[in-house]
């Protein structure tokens, strides 16, 4: 079975750095394009950037390019959202989702369960 | 960008009766790169449909999509107490966007 299992909630403090993470099983995780969706506390879904982990080839929204930093790690499975300085405006809930076949671009399925994130000022 | 417009932003509706939701693209989605998903309160996306009418798999036959170019609908022929819940729309070309979602809610 494909799963996704994301980092736990985190709490934080404006300008601080953080690092989430999105752990994949059940797949060849090198071969699967990987993504990252944001959703505002009571909006929409908005796509972030996706990551092939086979060659970390990196695409993001240029909405959030410069303002995250998606990476992945091949030997343990595991692809990464990354912040170096937060701002109140990230408090979200952050999905990652697997591109459904090893091509790009391709439907989002399946989804790992969501990270919430707080940043106070 | 292609910018994803769901109508309507919210419908009001009895069990058994049918639900048109309906998405529209600011310009053409290329082969049909078009998903629907739906979302629970509290709990991730949930793909329903691809390729604007691919039913994903475990998806009950009252879930239906339609459409090409610029114009798509997801149909729930018969809403089932489960249903009451968001649904988005999601074009996935090179540079994927969602919909802003519509709200089916019990009348």
């Known amino acids: 079975e494909v799963q996704l299992v994301q980092s736990g909630a985190e709490v934080k403090k404006s300008g601080e750095s953080l690092k989430i993470s999105c752990e994949a099983s059940?797949?060849?995780?090198?071969?699967?394009?990987i993504g990252w969706v944001r959703q505002m506390p009571g909006k929409g879904l908005e796509w972030m950037g996706i990551i092939y982990p086979g060659d970390s080839d990196a695409r993001y929204n240029p909405s959030f390019q410069g303002q995250v930093t998606i990476s992945a790690d091949k030997s343990i499975s595991t692809a990464y959202l990354q912040w170096s300085s937060l701002k109140a405006s990230d408090t979200a809930m952050y999905y990652c989702a697997r591109a459904h076949s090893s091509s790009w671009p391709n439907w989002f399925d399946p989804w790992g369960q969501g990270t919430p994130v707080t940043v106070s000022s | 960008e292609i910018v994803l417009t769901q109508s309507p932003g919210t419908l009001s509706l009895s069990p058994g009766e049918r639900a048109t939701l309906s998405c529209r693209a600011s310009?053409?989605?290329?082969?049909?790169?078009l998903a629907w998903y739906q979302q629970k309160p509290g709990q991730a996306p949930r793909l329903l449909i691809y390729g604007a009418s691919s039913r994903a798999t475990g998806i009950p036959d009252r879930f239906s999509g339609s459409g090409s170019g610029t114009d798509f609908t997801l149909t729930i022929s018969r809403l089932e107490p489960e249903d009451f819940t968001v649904y988005y729309c999601?074009?996935?070309?090179?540079?994927?966007?969602f919909g802003g979602g519509t709200k089916v809610e019990i009348k």
């Open positions: 059940g797949y060849r995780f090198t071969s699967y394009w």
């Open positions: 310009q053409s989605v290329s082969s049909s790169y």
């Open positions: 999601q074009q996935y070309g090179s540079s994927p966007t």
